[in-house]
């Protein structure tokens, strides 16, 4: 997968706050664009150890609907830039860029651990990474990042809005009975409604949607030196 030009990693609080408020300007959150049919989902994970400067990326792409991993990419890279609560993709997104990188197919759509528009200046991990990839994004988060909501149902498939400053960022969603809700928010490319029926089609028997468990495990097996197979 051919990787766009991007912005420099290396940068202060400051600028990366200004590249934050730049990138939003080319944000597209809208549900009718975004196709009903999709091919592949992929999901996206990082992982280090404790303050271990070397981050672990993996991209594990899967057929839809059936789920079937067609593809595995990892990638590992040093990382300098401090840890800054709503600087996340400064951290995470050059060894994800660089995961992106060595996959032979691009997926139709995204889910990355972590937020969307659900962002304290509306560009989360997902929707930076989205913008800079030019591929539809969706936000999983396991915890809130910012916002107030109530407590979904017990269901599977419940979901009550996740409201920042007044204005809905996401939705608090239940993906498996009698488990904690996760958060999802659209990242770029993509509308609230269709972010979430995106990630419950992707929920089998665990309580992350399966790109982003697949990628949760080939990351955590690569950080340990482990092999990594796309099954």
């Known amino acids: 997968?051919?990787?766009?030009?991007?912005?420099?990693?290396?940068?202060?609080?400051?600028?990366?706050v200004r590249i934050q408020e730049a990138l939003r300007r080319d944000l597209v959150v809208r549900a009718d664009r975004f196709p009903e049919r999709i091919g592949t989902v992929a999901g996206a994970d990082v992982s280090f150890l404790g303050r271990n400067p070397l981050f672990h990326a993996a991209v594990t792409v899967l057929d839809f609907p059936s789920l079937d991993v067609l593809e595995v990419a990892v990638h590992?890279?040093?990382?300098?830039?401090?840890?800054i609560p709503g600087l996340l993709t400064f951290r995470e997104g050059p060894p994800l860029l660089g995961a992106?990188?060595?996959?032979?197919?691009?997926?139709?759509?995204v889910i990355f651990d972590g937020q969307g528009i659900a962002h304290p200046r509306g560009l989360g991990l997902a929707s930076h990474m989205g913008v800079l990839l030019g591929i539809p994004s969706i936000g999983c988060g396991k915890t809130r990042l910012v916002g107030e909501?109530?407590?979904p149902g017990e269901e599977k498939g419940s979901a009550i809005p996740l409201l920042y400053e007044g204005n809905p960022v996401g939705a608090v969603v239940r993906?498996?009975?009698?488990?904690?809700?996760v958060?999802?928010?659209?990242?770029?490319?993509?509308?609230?409604?269709r972010a979430v029926e995106i990630v419950l089609a992707c929920c089998r028997s665990f309580r992350l949607p399966e790109p982003v468990r697949r990628a949760h495990d080939a990351v955590n097996r690569a950080r340990k030196g482990l092999p990594v197979t796309p099954c």
């Open 175 to 181: 993906t498996r009975r009698g488990v904690k809700p």
């Open 149 to 151: 909501h109530g407590e």
């Open 76 to 83: 590992s890279e040093t990382v300098t830039f401090p840890y």
């Open 183 to 193: 958060f999802v928010s659209p990242g770029h490319d993509m509308g609230f409604e």
């Open 1 to 16: 997968m051919k990787i766009p030009r991007v912005h420099s990693w290396d940068v202060d609080y400051r600028e990366a």
């Open 100 to 109: 992106f990188g060595k996959l032979r197919t691009v997926p139709d759509v």
